[in-house]
């Protein structure tokens, strides 16, 4: 199984734009929920984007309207393209997956349903 790895991250201004990007396995992309997530220190980690194998797509609150998830199936890559970017976004950012039927049908954000994680990538935006 590829395992997952995250890139894109880096420091912004606030306002700024980044695209994040987390190859997978087309066996993954045909299978699993992925989704991203994200955690400062000392924080607990949260979920930011969730997309299903059927495109369903969800998103936590704070960063509705300003950030895309979508997969290129094609080339087994999913994204995170984040846009108006506040200092508060600041954080790393892991992409995961699930394979468990029920955390895909609740289009889930809790990172406890996921199994395969990858290493994160830094994203810090300065004000």
């Known amino acids: 199984q590829v395992p997952l790895v995250e890139s894109g991250g880096g420091s912004v201004p606030s306002g700024g734009s980044l695209r994040l990007s987390c190859p997978a396995s087309a066996f993954t992309f045909k299978r699993d929920c992925m989704a991203w997530f994200r955690q400062d220190p000392g924080k607990e980690r949260g979920g930011v984007a969730v997309?299903?194998?059927?495109?369903?797509?969800d998103f936590a609150d704070p960063v509705k309207g300003r950030f895309t998830i979508s997969t290129d199936n094609a080339k087994n890559i999913l994204y995170l393209q984040m846009n108006s970017l506040k200092p508060e976004d600041s954080a790393m950012y892991y992409c995961?997956?699930?394979?468990?039927?029920?955390?895909?049908?609740?289009?889930?954000?809790?990172?406890?349903?996921?199994?395969?994680w990858g290493q994160g990538t830094q994203v810090t935006v300065s004000s």
């Open positions: 995961a997956s699930t394979s468990k039927l029920w955390a895909c049908a609740d289009v889930s954000l809790r990172p406890d349903d996921y199994g395969s």
């Open positions: 997309i299903t194998t059927s495109d369903v797509t």
